[in-house]
């Protein structure tokens, strides 16, 4: 007896989309958010939507799970990497820039120092939480920065160090800031293994972040007005 | 006054000391009248030497430098069969004039790129792997062993273990590359590994016939880069091999773990390492020495002293280390490294071998009021 099938294929519905979005950050898969994130399009989900409730809400899974001791920052990293992999689909469809909503952030590794990997795991997760990063990169001059502060008028300047040579550099750059009278106008954030409560306090600057996922924790609460946290 | 190798020879075979052993490491001691002061007072110096030279077969290697064009920049290039590889070095002002691959600044050349860049690149390393041979040579330990007599102990320094030579050398870790890799080209990844595995075999054997006491991973571990999963699936099976080789040869294996460990205490208590080298301590470690006594009952640690305390001052350093001892009692098993990562000033490492060259063991709340009183005397 011969059986004949026939396959159905159901379009998916926004949620449907939305979801696999989200899961494919959780599950750090680079085939399947690239598959995703066409759908979303072809589907004519709305690009900012696709970003923010699908990906972004993956991520904010990712950084619970870091918190929890589930993920470790190897996994963090390789999230931001494949959300970037869904973000160069989405975007160019995107009629604005859709990570200005809650603040600008400068982020800099200082002179003498090249470790990016804390910096761009930082700046990953701000982008998710709805920040614009202007990232000056790894061995950035002070007067570069105070510079980009002056230009870009930031709300939050992040500075990242990772050997105890190049720590004083950023006490100079909060110095600098304060020379050129830009200080009062942004909050600095300071990282890296070796920096400390109490050399960040020296320093001058007004938090240290004991890793990533808590310092972007900080960076939202000074965005977010009191009424609404 | 035992002398510093006895010492620390002692602490290593389970042998009672009567003091706690202290000692700068030669690539991070500023040679002058403050390091002189401080040997004279009890402290030790060690050196990595290597056991071995490296010879590649039917790969070119080449170095390019141009100092109008990119200055400080040096281009390595490794020519094989199946293609080429390269990377760029940024060599401060100093090196190859003081400590080797040291700037003036203590700081060792940066890789501005690295030999893998791409997936294609891994099958170009794996050959430079697979060709490249290891034979003993033990003319700098010997000379090192000779030139410090009882003043030190000669370590013999083997390259990083074979994943850190992927994640901290050849593949890196800007822009979260080494994850990244790992995570979408596991197969070139894992049989790269594998090569490095194979290959490592001989050095092992080398080191351990070796003069040197110790053996050393410079494997500047870290629990968060280097995640528990990373650690089972990729560290511990190296380490158990070498071990394995040295402890034959009645040696100890010691691996350079400056970074935060706590994620990984249990996992490293399973491991065959006899020292764990450069332990730091909070605030730039995240486990109490204490805690890591406590937690690996059959290790030595050597810990390194935290350059983060030093850029506080001599003051900072006086109540940190004074804490630091009264949170060992008895202080078995421990020796301190005045830096594993940077030089030190001469009044930071006066202060601190003032406070050391007192620690006689055990340790008790008494012997720690009277150096702090000695220290305060001094002060006065």
């Given at each position: 007896m011969e059986h004949t099938y026939v396959l159905w294929v159901l379009p998916m519905s926004t949620p449907e989309i939305l979801e696999d979005l989200k899961n494919d950050i959780v599950s750090l898969d680079f085939d399947r958010v690239v598959r995703d994130a066409h759908r979303a399009v072809d589907a004519g989900i709305d690009p900012l939507r696709a970003i923010v409730e699908g990906m972004a809400a993956g991520m904010d899974v990712v950084g619970e799970k870091f918190e929890r001791g589930e993920y470790f920052l190897s996994d963090l990293v390789v999230a931001g990497a494949v959300m970037k992999e869904g973000l160069a689909i989405i975007t160019p469809h995107l009629t604005e820039g859709w990570a200005r909503r809650l603040g600008t952030v400068v982020m800099a590794t200082v002179e003498g120092d090249y470790h990016d990997i804390g910096k761009n795991i930082v700046t990953t997760l701000l982008l998710a939480r709805g920040f614009e990063v202007i990232d000056l990169g790894t061995d950035v001059p002070t007067a570069t920065i105070v510079d980009a502060v002056r230009q870009q008028a930031p709300h939050i300047v992040g500075l990242s160090a990772l050997i105890t040579v190049t720590m004083p550099k950023m006490g100079e750059v909060i110095a600098a800031l304060a020379d050129a009278g830009l200080r009062d106008r942004v909050k600095v954030i300071v990282g890296g293994t070796p920096v400390t409560d109490d050399f960040a306090t020296a320093i001058g600057a007004d938090h240290r972040a004991a890793d990533a996922v808590e310092g972007v924790a900080q960076c939202v609460a000074w965005m977010t007005p009191l009424r609404e946290r | 006054m035992p002398a510093f190798r006895d010492t620390i020879l002692a602490m290593l075979h389970g042998d009672p000391v009567d003091r706690l052993p202290f000692f700068h490491w030669w690539r991070h001691s500023q040679i002058g009248w403050a390091e002189r002061a401080a040997r004279n007072r009890g402290m030790g110096l060690c050196w990595q030497r290597p056991p071995h030279t490296t010879t590649l077969h039917n790969v070119t290697r080449t170095e390019v430098h141009d100092p109008a064009q990119r200055p400080g920049l040096h281009r390595v290039i490794y020519t094989t069969p199946l293609g080429s590889v390269y990377q760029d070095e940024k060599r401060e002002p100093g090196v190859g004039h003081w400590?080797?691959?040291?700037?003036?600044?203590?700081v060792t050349p940066w890789q501005?790129?690295?030999?893998?860049?791409?997936?294609?690149d891994y099958a170009v390393v794996q050959y430079i792997v697979e060709h490249t041979e290891y034979r003993p040579d033990y003319f700098p330990i010997e000379q090192a062993q000779e030139w410090l007599g009882e003043d030190g102990v000669v370590v013999a320094a083997l390259p990083h273990s074979p994943l850190q030579m992927l994640m901290?050398?050849?593949?890196?870790?800007?822009?979260g590359r080494f994850y990244i890799h790992h995570a979408r080209y596991r197969e070139k990844v894992d049989a790269l590994y594998e090569a490095l595995v194979k290959n490592y075999a001989s050095l092992y054997e080398i080191a351990a016939r070796s003069p040197a006491d110790v053996v050393l991973f410079g494997d500047n571990l870290d629990g968060v880069l280097v995640n528990p999963r990373l650690f089972q699936r990729y560290f511990i099976p190296p380490y158990e091999a070498c071990a394995a080789a040295v402890h034959d040869h009645g040696k100890y294996l010691a691996v350079h773990?400056?970074?935060?460990?706590n994620a990984l205490n249990a996992l490293i208590a399973q491991t065959p390492i006899d020292v764990i080298e450069a332990?730091?301590?909070?605030?730039?470690?995240?486990?109490?020495i204490r805690d890591a006594l406590a937690r690996w009952p059959r290790k030595v640690l050597w810990m390194g002293y935290p350059g983060s305390v030093y850029t506080l001052g001599p003051q900072a350093v006086r109540a940190h280390a004074l804490q630091l001892l009264r949170s060992v009692?008895?202080?078995?098993?421990l020796a301190i490294a005045m830096s594993t990562e940077n030089l030190v000033s001469n009044a930071n490492l006066l202060m601190l071998t003032a406070i050391l060259e007192n620690a006689h063991l055990p340790l008790t709340p008494e012997g720690i009021d009277g150096i702090e009183q000695h220290v305060a005397d001094l002060a006065g």
């Open positions: - | 400590h080797g691959l040291r700037s003036w600044r203590d501005m790129t690295r030999l893998i860049k791409e997936e294609a901290i050398d050849w593949v890196g870790s800007e822009g773990m400056d970074g935060r460990l332990i730091h301590p909070p605030p730039m470690g995240d486990l109490a009692l008895p202080g078995d098993r």
